[in-house]
């Protein structure tokens, strides 16, 4: 799998954090891996910032839940036969339901959120699809793929005195 690195700041920690995430999903073909940009050749994947209200709850102490939407998108063969349609709509299928299992801790109790620790105060609370997979936009030979995602995180107030959010009710 090629991947296109990012650059820094605090939007761009939390795509460069869904990126190394995403690029290990089981259920990506070999391709590239890109950042708002998807090519015109299959088989390529690509995460997209979406517009939205980030803030979900503010708390007193300046801290709060956050979203953060992104398109995940893939460029995919494409042709009238039926079985490779059904093939690019199963890829979704499953893509959903992995993310859908996320939420949930592995045997041991570990996380299996997206790990924002390199985001300074961040730390993801969940993550859910907000639409099934989709065919964007096609041509004879191949489409584009998408499905929207919400990440939900706690941002933490640096004040040097520590936090309390992790006492709060997720």
């Known amino acids: 799998m090629q991947e296109q690195k990012v650059i820094t700041g605090e939007s761009v920690q939390i795509i460069n954090a869904l990126s190394d995430f995403f690029m290990q999903c089981p ?37 709060g839940v956050y979203r953060y939407q992104f398109a995940f998108t893939s460029r995919e063969y494409c042709n009238q036969e039926r079985m490779q349609a059904i093939d690019n709509s199963a890829f979704y299928e499953d893509f959903y339901n992995w993310v859908e299992s996320l939420n949930y801790k592995d045997e041991s109790g ?16 969940s993550i859910h699809c907000l639409t099934n997979g989709y065919a964007f936009e096609g041509t004879m030979t191949n489409a584009r793929y998408q499905i929207q995602v919400e990440l939900q995180y706690i941002k933490e107030v640096n004040d040097g005195k520590g936090s309390n959010t992790e006492t709060r009710n997720r």
């Not at 391709?31 to 015109?40: A, P, R």
């Not at 570990?110 to 609370?125: E, F, I, M, N, Y």
């Open 27 to 63: 259920l990506m073909k070999d391709g590239s891996f890109n950042i708002d940009y998807l090519g015109e050749s299959p088989i390529q994947y690509a995460l997209e910032v979406l517009p939205c209200n980030p803030l979900v709850k503010k708390y007193v102490d300046g801290s």
């Open 110 to 125: 570990k996380s299996r959120l997206p790990d924002l620790s390199q985001c300074k105060g961040l730390t993801a609370k």
